[in-house]
């Protein structure tokens, strides 16, 4: 059983940064797509983007493209989401989840295509 936790999130002003971080324990070295969803007060859980372990490829969300990056830490078992120049929409709680077993393919924004998912960590962006 693999488990999830997310750790760096915090409280930033508009155009700051934070990385969060997902590390996963429980497993062996194996392939997963890594996803990163945020959902905010009131509102669906959305797909940020996504890591496939195996060669490091990435899929972002429209919404984020050219502000957050995903990489991942094979040695470290971890998986990173750099967001900068944030802004107040940013704000959500941000999960990390695991899907097994497969590339970050058309459905990995699809929340429930994930098994495993993080408690999440909060990210607050003030104007």
């Known amino acids: 059983q693999v488990q999830v936790a997310e750790s760096g999130g915090g409280s930033v002003q508009a155009g700051g940064s934070l990385r969060l971080s997902c590390i996963p324990s429980?497993?062996?070295?194996?392939?997963?797509?890594i996803g990163w969803f945020r959902q905010a007060p009131g509102k669906a859980r959305v797909g940020v983007g996504g890591?496939?372990?195996?060669?490091?490829?990435?899929v972002y969300a429209d919404s984020v493209k050219g502000r957050f990056s995903i990489s991942r830490d094979n040695a470290k078992n971890t998986a990173y989401l750099q967001m900068n120049s944030l802004k107040p929409e940013d704000t959500a709680m941000y999960y990390c989840a695991w899907k097994l077993f497969g590339e970050c393919d058309t459905s990995w924004h699809d929340p429930t295509s994930y098994t495993y998912w993080g408690q999440g960590t909060q990210v607050t962006v003030s104007s």
């Open positions: 429980g497993y062996t070295y194996i392939s997963a797509c």
């Open positions: 890591i496939y372990t195996v060669d490091g490829s990435t």
